[in-house]
């Protein structure tokens, strides 16, 4: 299967600060997510971005697919940003169709 | 309205019993999926189901078997379970061709006892 290795593994933050989280793949993918774990373990979709680069409010995203990385930049965060976040790619080939390969998360804490 | 529902959030049970988690979608996608969430918070596949068909079955024990009744619903039914079946089970769906974005259920925790 495809490798993710997402960097940081932990990020603790003041309120205010910017950040930015990289996601490395392995090989070429279809697709790439990128979720927030809250705290209450649920799994929020932050952006479907296969390549580009999206912008929701404080947070963005870009892809380079032919270089196999991500990065998600978070400006003046927030006590709410806190989680997990994860980066997760698709690859469409076969049986493997559609299943997404996730990395082992960045955890960010920010603080008040 | 909430787009892919599982239900329970929690379940605790015993060793050697069997519990089933249910799945919901509303999105109309085609394919869904169960995602097994370690304790140290790896997310992996565990099967994955289009049209009601099984097209992805990652080295589950056999212990574990899902069904689909339609494309909207998949269910997972596990048998004897043991302790280190205790985990966050999610629930996905998500399109098979084109904009192929997955969304998540809100988790089952499991504790086996």
């Known amino acids: 299967g495809i490798q993710v290795e997402q960097s940081p593994p932990d990020l603790i933050l003041q309120e205010g600060a910017n950040s930015t989280l990289r996601c490395n793949f392995s090989d070429s993918v279809n697709n790439l997510q990128w979720f927030h774990q809250n705290p209450w373990g649920q799994l929020i979709n932050l952006f479907y971005?296969?390549?580009g680069t999206k912008q929701n409010g404080r947070l963005s995203a870009t892809t380079v697919a032919t270089e196999r990385y991500s990065l998600l930049y978070i400006s003046s965060s927030q006590t709410t940003d806190s989680g997990v976040y994860f980066c997760?790619?698709?690859?469409?080939?076969?049986?493997?169709?559609?299943?997404?390969?996730f990395g082992r998360g960045t955890q960010l804490t920010v603080w008040p | 309205d909430t787009a892919v529902s599982q239900t329970p959030k929690y379940l605790v049970t015993q060793m050697g019993n069997d519990k089933s988690i249910k799945c919901e979608q509303n999105l109309g996608h085609d394919t869904m999926y169960w995602y097994k969430q370690d304790s140290k918070k790896f997310l992996k596949i565990m099967f994955s189901?289009?049209?009601?068909?099984?097209?992805i079955n990652e080295t589950v024990p056999n212990r574990f078997s899902p069904k689909s009744p339609d494309k909207a619903h998949l269910n997972l039914h596990i048998n004897s379970l043991e302790l280190g079946d205790s985990a966050v089970y999610f629930c996905?769906?998500?399109?098979?061709?084109?904009?192929?974005?997955?969304?998540f259920g809100q988790g089952t925790r499991l504790t086996v006892v």
């Open positions: 971005i296969p390549s």
């Open positions: 997760a790619v698709t690859r469409y080939r076969g049986s493997t169709l559609g299943r997404l390969y």
């Open positions: 996905a769906s998500s399109r098979r061709e084109g904009n192929t974005e997955a969304f």
């Open positions: 189901y289009n049209n009601k068909e099984l097209i």
